[in-house]
């Protein structure tokens, strides 16, 4: 694994890039329609809950042993049978994820730059973009995380700098008792790009220098998420107040389009809408290579075995390609409807999401103790 | 990776200009593009009457367009067919007159629209024509090769300072109605230009005829229809009730019985709810009004006492204004001047455990108004 190594700091910043996918997807629309002016302040409030299973993940990754990935980790705790339901449950979970991605991410150019367009067309050049993602080492993948980085986060900077002008108090003010119990509704999606983002670099954790575990660095990275989301939060809910960003089905690319920069430029959202094809190629790549990679441990190869090139399909690499098209097709027929999207979007993926990592986790937690002790 | 990560560059660049069909349609030709900058929409035999228009160049005047059917993309794709020399680009309209018909059967429609419209922005200022249709606005305004878009960006202007109407954003349109059930948007009314031309410069009749169109204060939109404008003096109370007070002029009668002119220059307001036993009982509002002496036409000698009397005349002309206001919001029933989020935010938990809805409470509050003027300056005159 030394060719394959990177630092965590360079883990957490693909975490982070990732995350930048479900975060303009979920986060501004849907809490406010959960958790109305509260809503800037759900990723907050996500916080504590967010933090302990961060700490119960860092615990977990301790258990490790060298080079172990999540897949691995479940396999060795699990034992046999049980571990490779998981990994099987893990694998076909990524390859939905990624479909997923491919779909969502589709959907949106559609309906923001490319109005009379199908949003297979997107789904198949993306489909084709990750497999090669998929097909190249992981190391670069985290090495693209850290050239765009600068370039996503300024940009998202620039954004709620010019959007502050157009904020409103009373769209944001007054908090209320009465608003508690939907702020903490709220929560859920902000708790679902933590821990999502989270999850996955786990099918990557292997790949690192450092010793396992790192719950400081954990916790510095989610604070970091957390006020990127609760930024987009502030523009979003405090331009257009809770009421109009509920029914928007991207509030954040439509403030994008009101901005005008120094009175001469205008409707940039176009531009915006496509920089976010970045981090759609980042999270389905990652997640076409970890469905891949638990498929390959069920099939008894060893999915961490060096290989020449990218182009390499030996030593059950051939999965790749096969998962490619299985994610891309499956991208093209899921969710047809705009509405059966927005319930896959909004319950159906979090929902999985959430279960997945507030069960597995503890889980292999337990069992991991047990067995040392 | 190199090679995806420049695949991905190509892609970005590749997609917007060539491809597929549906890409492919974005791709204008520049020569061919009519920019469209003004929207109008009326109501027209259950259906919707369109009408667009472009800016004027040296060359040739301004492009208007106007067409019916039975939904605004129905009426779009007839321009579109009938202008097919020219492709309609609508992603820079600058504003959406509204007709009062099409605003008095309800606006929902057409907020909806904005909403969905990948082209329209959210902040799209609305305009209600008082007394006329936005086609007759979009097709007649102006005149000597200029349109409705060059008059409107001299209304733009005119309303970022004037104290008397304001521009309203459709997003915030949109919010009020939906938070307060009601919301107010920007009255404009269309006028025959000639009128002023004929005075100002003594000549004929022009053959032509063309419109003016000028702000007017505020309509009133409750649960998303027309129900009401807003005079002149009541808009300018709007101003000090929002804290958004701009340049407008009152005229009083000085001591002398002569006629004063006075420019608002500033001012605002604070609300407070009054709460008796829990029950939202009434509203005290103290206005706080800044002016200029602007103009005067008595013969009286204009010392202190002489501007004391004018700055109590202020005070209760202002509060004449202010009252008026909040009693139409009361009679209307319809909280357009956003009072609700102010006694939310003065006691949320009382707020919540109101037993109606702030809007039909409006009617049973009593107002406490005090007003307190101060001339600021005099101009280039010593008064006193």
Not at chain 1, 213 to 240: D, E, H, N, P, Y
Request: aromatic share 6%.
């Amino acid at each position: 694994m030394g060719e394959e190594s990177y630092s965590r700091t360079q883990l957490l910043t693909l975490g982070t890039i990732i995350a930048l996918t479900p975060a303009l997807r979920l986060f501004p629309g849907q809490t406010a329609a959960l958790a109305g002016r509260a809503a800037w302040l759900t990723a907050v409030g996500a916080l504590p809950l967010g933090l302990a299973w961060l700490f119960l993940l860092s615990r977990l990754l301790r258990l490790r042993q060298a080079g172990e990935n999540l897949p691995e980790l479940a396999l060795r705790l699990l034992g046999k049978a049980a571990g490779k339901a998981v990994v099987a449950g893990l694998g076909l979970w990524a390859l939905l994820y990624a479909a997923f991605v491919l779909r969502a991410g589709a959907d949106r150019l559609v309906g923001t730059v490319y109005p009379h367009s199908s949003p297979w067309v997107f789904a198949l050049v993306m489909g084709a973009l990750a497999l090669a993602g998929a097909l190249a080492r992981p190391r670069s993948l985290v090495r693209m995380a850290r050239l765009l980085r600068p370039l996503l986060l300024g940009i998202l900077g620039v954004l709620f700098v010019f959007a502050l002008p157009g904020l409103r108090l009373d769209n944001l003010w007054p908090i209320t008792v009465g608003d508690l119990l939907p702020a903490l509704k709220g929560t859920l999606p902000a708790l679902d790009i933590y821990s999502g983002a989270a999850l996955a670099l786990c099918f990557l954790v292997g790949g690192t220098k450092e010793t396992p575990g790192g719950f400081r660095a954990l916790a510095a990275w989610v604070l970091g998420i957390c006020v990127i989301l609760t930024a987009l939060s502030l523009a979003v809910t405090g331009s257009f107040g809770a009421e109009l960003a509920a029914t928007l089905a991207r509030p954040f690319f439509a403030l994008v389009r009101t901005l005008v920069f120094f009175r001469t430029v205008e409707r940039v959202e176009a531009l915006v809408v496509t920089l976010w094809i970045f981090p759609d190629f980042l999270c389905a790549s990652l997640f076409l290579w970890a469905g891949q990679y638990c498929l390959r441990l069920l099939l008894g190869q060893n999915p961490r075995a060096p290989h020449r090139d990218s182009l390499d399909l030996g030593g059950g690499r051939w999965l790749i390609p096969l998962c490619a098209v299985a994610v891309t097709g499956l991208a093209i027929l899921l969710a047809p409807q705009p509405q059966q999207l927005e319930r896959w979007s909004r319950q159906l993926i979090p929902a999985i999401n959430l279960a997945l990592c507030f069960t597995l986790v503890p889980v292999l937690y337990i069992v991991g103790r047990k067995k040392q002790t | 990776m190199r090679t995806v990560f420049t695949l991905l560059l190509c892609l970005l660049l590749i997609l917007p200009l060539a491809g597929q069909r549906g890409a492919h349609a974005n791709f204008r030709e520049l020569e061919q593009l009519l920019v469209i900058r003004t929207m109008g929409l009326d109501e027209f035999r259950g259906g919707v009457q369109l009408s667009l228009a472009s800016s004027g160049s040296s060359e040739r005047g301004p492009k208007r367009l106007q067409a019916s059917g039975t939904s605004v993309t129905a009426a779009m794709d007839r321009l579109s067919s009938f202008s097919y020399e020219e492709d309609l680009f609508c992603a820079h309209i600058e504003q959406l007159l509204i007709g009062e018909k099409e605003a008095e059967a309800g606006l929902d429609a057409a907020l909806a629209y904005i909403e969905r419209s990948p082209e329209l922005r959210l902040d799209l200022p609305l305009y209600i024509i008082k007394g006329g249709t936005a086609t007759d606005a979009v097709m007649n305004v102006g005149g000597g090769g200029q349109g409705i878009c060059e008059v409107m960006e001299a209304v733009h202007l005119s309303l970022a300072r004037r104290g008397d109407s304001g521009e309203t954003p459709a997003s915030q349109v949109i919010r009020d109605n939906e938070r307060y059930g009601a919301a107010l948007i920007c009255a404009l009314v269309c006028r025959d230009a000639s009128e002023t031309e004929q005075s100002a410069d003594g000549s004929g009749e022009d053959a032509t005829k063309p419109l003016a169109a000028a702000p007017e204060g505020y309509a009133v939109l409750r649960d998303g229809k027309l129900c009401r404008y807003l005079t002149k003096e009541q808009s300018i109370a709007v101003g000090f009730l929002k804290n958004r007070v701009g340049v407008a002029e009152v005229q009083l009668r000085d001591k002398y019985g002569g006629m004063a002119v006075l420019e608002l220059t500033g001012g605002g307001s604070r609300i407070e709810p009054v709460w008796t036993e829990g029950v939202l009982a009434g509203l005290k509002i103290q206005c706080d009004v800044r002016a200029a002496l602007v103009e005067t036409r008595g013969s009286g000698i204009q010392d202190e006492a002489y501007l004391d009397a004018l700055t109590a005349a202020l005070e209760e002309q202002v509060a004449r204004f202010v009252t008026s206001t909040v009693e139409a919001s009361k009679a209307l029933e319809a909280d357009f001047l956003g009072l609700a989020a102010i006694v939310e935010r003065s006691d949320p938990a009382a707020y919540q455990a109101l037993p109606q809805p702030f809007s039909a409470q409006l009617p049973g509050l009593e107002l406490e108004l005090t007003v307190s003027a101060r001339l600021n300056h005099a101009n280039d005159r010593k008064d006193v």
